[in-house]
Structures are given as C-alpha cells and as structure tokens.
C-alpha cells in the first residue's frame, strides 16, 4: 500500500516497516499555497535522520529505523493520530498563539512549555483540539476559545492517559532539541510533531518527518531557520539555501548526545 501526502510518500515494505519518501515540494497554508524545490527531499530527509537519531540516543522512542537513501528513510509502520502536536518555548511577532490568547504578548518566553493538540483537518484550517469529559471539543484556532469560535465535537483520537503521555514525550522532544540547537548556537522557538500508533503494540510514539517545515529557530544574529521565509515570499533561492543549511548543521546533532541533559 502507498499513500502519497503533501510533502512525502508513504510505502509499506513489510507488514510493519514502511519507506518514507519526502518530496521535492514546500507548501504553506494547507497546502493551499505549493512549489517545487528542488534538493528539499534530501535535505528534509538528511535533517529528519539526524533529529530522529539524536532523540532516539537521547532515549525517545520514535518509529525511525535507518535512512536507506538520500531522500527516504524506513520506519516503524504505524497508524496515525490525525493531530500535530505544537510546543512553544516563545511567541514570535504574527503567531497564531496571540490570536487564540489575546493577553500573550509576542515575545513572551514560556518557563512551562505549552503543548497544543490540533486537528488535521485542511478544509477547517487545522482547528486546535480542547479535551472534554465524554469527547474532544474542536474549536477555530485563529480565535480565543469560546462558544463563538467552536466548531464540532469529535471523539476521543486517544485516551487522556495517553494524551497526557503524549504532552510529556512532546516536552521531552523539544527540550533534548533545545539543548542541542543551543550548543549549535541556535535558539529553538516551537516545534510541530505528529504521533501514531506503533504496528502490533499499539504503542504511541512519536512518527514524523522532522525538518524545517516541524519547527523555527533563531541563529546567533538573529536570523531565522525556518519556513517562514517561503510563507512571506524569499526567493527561491533563499528558501532553498536555509534548507540545505539545516540538514548541514544537522549532521552534528546525533554527536551531541551525550551532552543533553535529560529530566
């Protein structure tokens, strides 16, 4: 079987192991907003490996096994949570966060990170998820939570033990990056991963391409290692020399391992 989303393409190999394949596309808004770019998929997998190795040493389990060519990696096969995952350590100017809390200030640097779960969901501009009693409440995430920005209520896509597993882990993940980034002169300012659940166990453990479209960053002078330059229209050229330069700087992460420091 294959499934082909925005920016990867997914094959199982084995009843449980599956090829990621990531693609020469970066997209913003949804998808709404699309362009070929070309060197993406190599630099997204390179990144992704070393991100997945280093967190693997670090002693979270992810569903990464090897990278078997420059642009695709073999995985664990599992059943995804429609979710991503967002973890902010700040508030950078323009964040979806202060349109949803209005009382946060861009800038505000968090002690306790937040986690936010949202729905996947294209046509609904991925809603952020509020966990109920009986269900979870969906409501717009470009506005404070309140009856006037509620959509839908939909089931429970995990347990609240293992939501509360899932926020851990998240936080987990984002301070061994943290810690690595700043020993590389970076300064990580949120993180976006997704989970599923791990063939035959049923275990949740974090499933995810991680490059620049999963987080932002700030180098030394101030500038930015992410996607928002594509979002506010860089050249090509720009767009393709910050993706190359993380997937250089990521091939020091997995060495990095021994000095995190880990809860």
């Known amino acids: 079987m294959e499934v082909e989303g925005k920016t990867k393409k997914i094959k199982n190999i084995k009843i449980d192991v599956v090829s990621v394949t990531n693609k020469s596309v970066i997209t913003a808004g949804n998808g709404k907003v699309k362009m070929s770019l070309k ?4 630099w997204a997998t390179t990144t992704t490996a070393n991100i997945l190795l280093l967190l693997e040493k670090c002693g979270i389990e992810t569903h990464f096994l090897k990278q078997d060519s420059p642009n695709s990696f073999l995985a664990i096969s599992c059943d995804m949570l429609k979710m ?10 323009g964040s979806s966060y202060t349109k949803r809390h209005p009382d946060v200030l861009p800038g505000t ?41 509620f959509l839908k209520d939909i089931p429970f896509l995990c347990s609240p033990r ?11 993940v984002f301070s061994v990056l943290e810690q690595a980034f700043d020993l590389l002169d970076l300064t990580l300012e949120d993180l976006k991963i997704e989970f599923g ?23 030394k002078d101030g500038g930015e290692l992410s996607k928002q330059g594509f ?19 990521s091939e020091q992460l997995p060495g990095l391992a021994d000095q ?3 809860d």
């Open 109 to 149: 640097v968090f002690e306790n990170l937040p986690v936010e779960f949202f729905w996947k969901d294209d046509e609904l501009d991925d809603p952020i998820i509020v966990q109920g009693q009986y269900e979870w409440h969906i409501y717009d995430a470009g506005k404070p939570i309140s009856e006037e920005s």
């Open 231 to 249: 979002r506010n229209g860089d050249p090509e050229e720009i767009v393709r020399a910050t993706y190359k330069a993380a997937a250089e700087l």
């Open 84 to 93: 991503e995952v967002v973890v902010r350590r700040t508030v950078p100017e």
């Open 162 to 172: 293992e939501a509360d597993q899932i926020r851990e882990t998240a936080r987990s």
């Open 39 to 42: 060197g993406k998929d190599i």
């Open 260 to 262: 995190i420091k880990l």
């Open 197 to 219: 659940r791990s063939f035959g166990e049923g275990k949740i453990i974090l499933a995810d391409v991680i490059d620049l479209d999963s987080l932002r960053a700030l180098d």
